[in-house]
């Protein structure tokens, strides 16, 4: 059975830092990209924004504009688990975030970043970044 499960979301005031864990079992994680996406408050499933992605075989990552600089992504592949680590939060990175699995992984960023290209997702972990 493929599992993400996701790790370390909390309550933090803004300028602070967290780290995610995505722990992924039931599959060859080196064929996988592994992304983080994240769902605000009020918004829909539809609305899931892709935060960061890398793929497992080869480290390529993907981030978007509005982390650059702030989260950082890595892979331990001995351990199937991949990390978000955050700082510099801002009230806007106040979400639910997920990790999730996409089977084909992908070379450009807008297609690495799209929740449409993921086929397994985790259960998600609320991540609240306090004024």
């Known amino acids: 059975e493929i599992q993400l499960v996701e790790s370390g979301g909390g309550l933090v005031q803004a300028g602070g830092s967290l780290r995610l864990s995505c722990a992924a079992s039931?599959?060859?994680?080196?064929?996988?990209?592994i992304g983080w996406f994240r769902q605000a408050p009020g918004k829909e499933r539809k609305e899931r924004e892709g935060?960061?992605?890398?793929?497992?075989?080869?480290?390529?990552?993907y981030y978007a504009d509005n982390v650059k600089g702030r989260f950082t992504i890595s892979r331990n592949s001995a351990e199937n688990r991949v990390y978000l680590q955050m700082t510099s939060l801002k009230p806007e990175d106040t979400a639910v975030y997920y990790c999730?699995?996409?089977?084909?992984?992908?070379?450009?960023?807008?297609?690495?970043?799209?929740?449409?290209?993921?086929?397994?997702w985790g259960q998600g972990t609320q991540v609240t970044v306090s004024y």
């Open positions: 999730a699995g996409d089977r084909r992984p992908k070379g450009v960023a807008t297609l690495a970043l799209s929740r449409y290209e993921y086929d397994y």
């Open positions: 039931g599959f060859t994680f080196d064929d996988y990209a």
């Open positions: 935060v960061s992605c890398i793929r497992s075989r080869d480290g390529k990552m």
